[in-house]
Every structure is written in structure tokens, then in C-alpha cells.
């Protein structure tokens, strides 16, 4: 079994016994390796889905390499496809009777061979499948769902040579992990990643070592990483050494010290990770979530350092001027990313502080984006080291609001920071998006409303409550109200 194709197998109904009587051995011995290398040639074009979720369309589609020039096409065969469990995957692969048992329900599982004039192609493609139901064998140990194996068994039948032959082939998808419910996208995602990056070729269907060594491991998440952001910059020796870090609760920053360190399947995605409620794989796996959904512009652009903890945050920006600030991803909340940045301790004079926001998650994100939102914050100046906000930024900030259409003003999301408010810019100044805060040289006063001041009409000139013109006002408001009312009545008596 080669972990990276499917798995042939084939029948044919005339035995080689048979052959040998009629045409002699080496005939036989001739029409056994044709028959093997048709096998060979029934193989999966598209595989499923490896994480499989219950009560969802998946496609997939399997070719006859062999078919057009067998002319099997001329009597088109049917391609059913069966989901079963690794342990009918075994039993099949050493011919065990398996009596045609499968571990669910798939539906839309039956698909016609079509022949393709212009490629001279024969091929099936299952375009609606539906996994209606699973049947789940008995655990082992800490196996949880998630770690559970299947695989999609296609088989077909067909003859050649006005029957002479009849074909009898199966052939099997890459292991498929079932999920029933989203939140267990992740988990199942682990347990494939693992599988297609570590699985020996020929193998028993579908045995993993249970331990790897680390720089086997960052080859791997390096490979998904680049996969799942769809970028070129994957992750460096330094990102590699902090993920290192975190695995092995360490704290060396020399490479060579993690080349024969080891990670267990365990460490990986069973064991949470020390003092948090979530597994190395996990924080990982949400780091590459919101990079791929809302961050991938800044890190391809290398604007996001992202692998760096808060003490090493800290050190590296002390030694930068004030309003300096980094982007890291959160060490406490999966699939979170804070902005790190030096400024002045308002609780003590000229001592120097780094300050780390509370960490964005894709909820934020889905209100109002990450270059907005550093926009927003005027005492952030320049991106580590010594990067001009604007210069980095710019091109993805939210172009100003539009002038009031039909008397309406649309109004906007902005984020503050309340001790490191500023004030608001002059509106005649006409700020764009780029403007963040007015001179400091200039002494403007406030401008936060709208409209334009109006005197209160219940005071008097010097500012008192004054009983009689208030009393006055009331009498005014209730003679308008009584007259529409009176012309009303007298409407109806008439």
C-alpha cells in the first residue's frame, strides 16, 4: 500500500489453472501480468474528501487507464463506491471474505463509466456523493473519533475480448477521517496531516509511527502551512525554533538543539499544551486559520512577525522609539494575533513600557479589518523595526465614507484605545484615511458633534430655570395639539 496512490485489486473469472490447461504455461504465466497491469490502470483520478463530514455533498472520480484501448467503453461499466473501516481495508487486501459489508450509508454511490472522444479517456465521475451515515468501530485506549480511519472502496466489472475475460477490480481511496459537526474539522485534520506525512510506503492500512522527529515534523506543518495560506513564504528557521519552544517547553533559541528531539502523536494533538486548555496542533491549526481568512496580504508582505512571544516582543522592542509596534499571534487564545508596542509608563515619568492589545480573533476581524484597525490607533507609528505605518499599511485602508446622500451621514467603527486616545483631527481640515491626528502645535478645540450648538429656550440669559416662559411653551405645545383633534370632530359631526 504507497501512501501517496491508491490500492488495485483485481479478479478475473477464468483461473489460471484454466488458462494453463488450454494455451499452455507460458500463456498463463503472459495473461497474469496482463491482467495485473490492468489492475494497475483502474486507479482514483480525484479522491474524496480525507475529512469527511456526514450529511455533505463530496465528488470524486475514478479512470479505467486502460479502457479505450480495451474498448471497454463500448459496454460501459458501473463504478459503486462503499466506505469501510480500516479493518475492512485489511481483511480486503489479504483477500479475507469481507461479505461485502461497509461501516455506513453513502449516497449517490452507483456512477456510469463515460468515455471521452477527444482524451480517449474512461471514467466515472461521482459528482453528488453523500455520506448519510457512519458505523464506528470500538475505541482503543485515548482514540478519540477524530483519530479513526475509513477509506472509500470503489469497485467495478467488466469484460474483454467478447467476454473471454471478465474483470473483477477495487481499488481504494487515501484514509478518510468522518466528522459530524465542524468543531471536530481540526482534530480530523491532525490526524490526516499526520497520516500523508508519515505514513511508510506498502504499509498495513493505515499504520503511523506514533513518533517522528522534529525536523521531520517542520517539514510537514512548513508544507501545510504554505498549502493552506496559499503563499510562498512559508516558515522560517526562527519561526521553526518557536514552534520548537512551544512543543517542547523549552527555552533554547539554538536550532541544533531540537535536530534529535522527537514528537509523539501524543505531544501532537492529544496532550494539551502545559498551562492551557488546547493542543500544540490546535493553537497551530488556528493560527493558520485566521492567516488564511483575514491576514495573508500582511504576511506575504512580511508585515506580521507572528511567531514571537511576549518576552521576546519585549525585548526587542525596548530598544526602539516610542509608538514602534509588532504583530504576533496570541499565546493564550487559539487563533488570535495582539499588536505589541513601546510607549511611555503614564504611572511613572520617563520609564518606558511595551503595552500588548487584547488579542483580535476572526470575530473581530469580520467587523472591521486589521489595517483599519491600526489605522485607528494614532500612537502607533512605525511597524518593527522602523517602518512607517502608512508606508506599510495604506493600500488596504477602507477608502473615506462617501458625502451624506439624501440628508443621511452613514456612520463608522472606529477603534480606540481609551489611555491612548487622541484628539480627533479638524473636520474642515477634509482628513482622509491617511490623517490620523491634528498638529500638535495647534490648540483646536474638541469636535465631536455633528450640529451646530443650540441655546436651551427653558433658561434665561444667565443660564437659570425660568418657570413663567417654560409654562408659556407648554400652553403653545398643547393649543397645537388640541386644533388638528378639534378639526377632526367636527369633521365627523358634519
Request: charged fraction near 20%; hydrophobic fraction near 35%; proline fraction near 6%.
Amino acid at each position: 500500500y504507497n501512501k501517496n496512490s491508491s490500492k488495485q485489486m483485481c479478479h478475473i473469472t477464468h483461473s489460471s489453472d484454466l488458462i494453463s490447461d488450454l494455451y499452455g504455461l507460458n500463456t498463463c504465466v503472459c495473461v497474469c501480468v496482463c491482467v495485473c497491469f490492468v489492475c494497475s490502470t483502474f486507479i482514483i483520478e480525484k479522491q474524496p474528501p480525507q475529512v469527511l463530514k456526514t450529511q455533505t455533498k463530496f465528488a470524486a472520480t475514478v479512470r479505467l487507464l486502460v479502457g479505450g484501448k480495451l474498448n471497454v467503453h463500448m459496454n460501459p461499466p458501473q463504478v459503486k463506491a462503499t466506505i469501510i473501516s480500516e479493518q475492512q481495508a485489511k481483511a480486503l487486501l489479504k483477500n479475507e471474505n469481507t461479505r461485502n459489508d461497509s461501516s455506513g450509508e453513502i449516497l449517490n454511490n452507483n456512477c456510469v463509466m463515460e468515455y471521452h472522444q477527444t482524451t480517449g479517456t474512461l471514467s466515472a465521475h461521482f459528482r453528488n456523493m453523500s455520506l448519510k451515515r457512519i458505523r464506528r468501530s470500538d475505541r482503543r485506549g485515548a482514540e478519540s473519533v477524530t483519530e479513526e480511519k475509513f477509506t472509500i472502496l470503489f469497485e467495478s466489472q467488466f469484460s474483454v475480448g467478447g467476454n473471454e475475460l471478465v474483470f473483477q477490480v477495487k481499488t481504494l481511496s487515501l484514509p478518510v477521517v468522518v466528522i459530524v459537526h465542524g468543531s471536530q474539522d481540526n482534530n480530523a485534520t491532525a490526524t490526516v496531516l499526520w497520516d500523508n506525512a508519515f505514513a511508510e510506503p506498502g504499509r498495513v492500512p493505515f499504520i503511523v509511527p506514533d513518533k517522528v522527529l522534529w525536523p521531520q515534523l517542520c517539514e510537514a506543518l512548513n508544507m501545510k502551512y504554505k498549502a493552506e495560506v496559499q503563499s510562498n513564504r512559508g516558515l522560517s528557521e526562527e519561526n521553526l525554533v518557536f514552534l520548537a519552544q512551544k512543543a517542547f517547553s523549552s527555552s533554547s533559541v539554538n536550532p541544533e538543539d531540537y535536530r534529535n528531539m522527537t514528537m509523539t502523536w501524543s505531544q501532537f494533538n492529544r496532550e494539551s499544551l502545559p498551562g492551557r486548555n488546547f493542543t500544540f496542533w490546535q493553537w497551530f491549526d488556528g493560527v493558520m486559520e485566521l492567516t488564511k481568512k483575514h491576514l495573508k496580504p500582511h504576511w506575504n508582505d512580511g508585515a506580521i512577525l507572528g511567531f514571537v512571544n511576549k518576552q521576546q516582543a519585549q525585548d526587542m522592542l525596548m530598544s526602539k522609539p516610542n509608538g514602534t509596534f509588532l504583530l504576533r499571534f496570541s499565546d493564550s487564545e487559539i487563533g488570535g494575533i495582539t499588536i505589541a508596542w513601546v510607549a511611555e509608563n503614564p504611572n511613572k515619568a520617563g520609564e518606558r513600557m511595551v503595552w500588548n492589545l487584547m488579542p483580535y480573533t476572526t470575530k473581530d476581524f469580520s467587523i472591521r479589518s486589521l489595517a483599519d484597525r491600526i489605522s485607528d490607533l494614532n500612537h502607533l507609528l512605525f511597524l518593527y523595526p522602523d517602518r512607517p505605518k502608512d508606508e506599510v499599511f495604506s493600500k488596504y485602508y477602507t477608502p473615506p465614507l462617501s458625502k451624506a446622500v439624501d440628508g443621511y451621514v452613514k456612520p463608522q467603527i472606529k477603534q480606540v484605545v481609551p489611555e491612548f486616545t487622541t484628539p480627533n483631527p479638524d473636520p474642515a481640515a477634509n482628513p482622509t484615511y491617511m490623517d490620523h491626528a491634528a498638529s500638535p502645535a495647534v490648540n483646536q478645540p474638541h469636535a465631536y458633534g455633528l450640529y451646530p450648538p443650540i441655546g436651551d429656550p427653558m433658561l434665561d440669559a444667565d443660564g437659570d430655570f425660568d418657570l413663567d416662559d417654560t409654562m408659556d411653551v407648554a400652553r403653545h405645545v398643547e393649543e397645537l395639539l388640541r386644533r388638528p383633534m378639534e378639526g377632526q370632530w367636527s369633521g365627523q359631526q358634519s
